[in-house]
């Protein structure tokens, strides 16, 4: 393995990206979804196969922040 020591961290230039109005709005869709999925869940009205289902599809439909590492 070969590890490179950096010096000047400082002089690493990184600009966040400001999230969209629709951004924010997919990542509250989702997290209101995935609540009541959840919800449905745990009452056992939907299995936890089809709850994963239905999270992926959330995923696809939504487009939150971190899906890539979510999947």
Request: hydrophobic letters at 40%; proline letters at 3%.
């Amino acid at each position: 393995m070969k590890l490179t020591k950096l010096e000047a961290v400082e002089s690493i230039k990184y600009e966040a990206e400001k999230p969209t109005e629709a951004s924010l709005k997919n990542e509250h869709d989702y997290l209101v979804a995935e609540k009541l999925t959840k919800k449905l869940l745990e009452k056992g009205l939907i299995s936890q196969s089809e709850f994963d289902k239905i999270m992926a599809k959330n995923r696809e439909t939504f487009s939150p922040f971190l899906a890539e590492i979510m999947a």
